[in-house]
């Protein structure tokens, strides 16, 4: 699993982005995966995460009924649609993966691999 995620930019409150996270490996479709974020000076936080079949879906409170998290294995790529966004959605956003099915939210222990980083900036 190798994993690159992209998408991210400055954006205006109340704009929105899609992030894309794309496995080079094979296994893809064998992983759960999620999202994370980690602002300035924070501690790197659950965003939101789907299962390897896309019938489990959960999100944080902070991004329930903004943020959406999809997939498709046919192409091993992993989304977060980023809608209505504020600038506390600012935060260099990680894309995780795991091995098997997890639903629910995530701590960082359960992430068996990780993308780098990109960076999502909310202007007020």
């Known amino acids: 699993v190798q994993l690159q995620a992209s998408g991210g930019g400055l954006v205006q409150t109340g704009g929105s982005l899609r992030l894309s996270c794309v496995d080079s490996g094979r296994t893809f479709p064998s992983h759960s995966m999620a999202w994370f974020r980690q602002a300035p000076g924070k501690v790197r936080e659950f965003v939101a995460s789907i299962t390897p079949g896309s019938k489990g879906t959960y999100y944080s409170d902070s991004v329930k009924g903004r943020f959406t998290v999809s997939r498709d294995n046919a192409k091993n790529t992993a989304y977060l649609q980023m809608n209505n966004l504020k600038p506390e959605d600012t935060a260099v956003y990680y894309c995780?993966?795991?091995?098997?099915?997890?639903?629910?939210?995530?701590?960082?222990?359960?992430?068996?691999?990780w993308g780098q980083g990109t960076q999502v900036t909310v202007s007020s």
């Open positions: 995780a993966a795991e091995y098997g099915s997890r639903f629910g939210r995530w701590i960082t222990s359960n992430v068996d691999y």
